[in-house]
């Protein structure tokens, strides 16, 4: 599954854009964001709040 694949490619404490997944997903920009943004909902994503450049890290 997709979000499996995102928070193993995740390391502690490193902070992630969204466009470092693209390669590892193969898909566009906008499907990882939303992946992104549900993982943060799930709370096993943190965000840093910021609207522009947005970065993630998995929480520990």
């Not at 997903?25 to 943190?46: A, G, H, P, T, Y």
């Amino acid at each position: 599954m997709q979000y499996d694949k995102i928070l193993n490619f995740m390391k502690d404490d490193t902070w992630y854009k969204a466009s470092d997944f693209m390669a590892v997903l193969d898909v566009k920009d906008r499907r990882i964001k939303v992946l992104l943004n549900e993982l943060v909902k799930s709370k096993f994503v943190v965000d840093d709040g910021s609207t522009k450049g947005r970065r993630y890290k998995k929480k520990t």
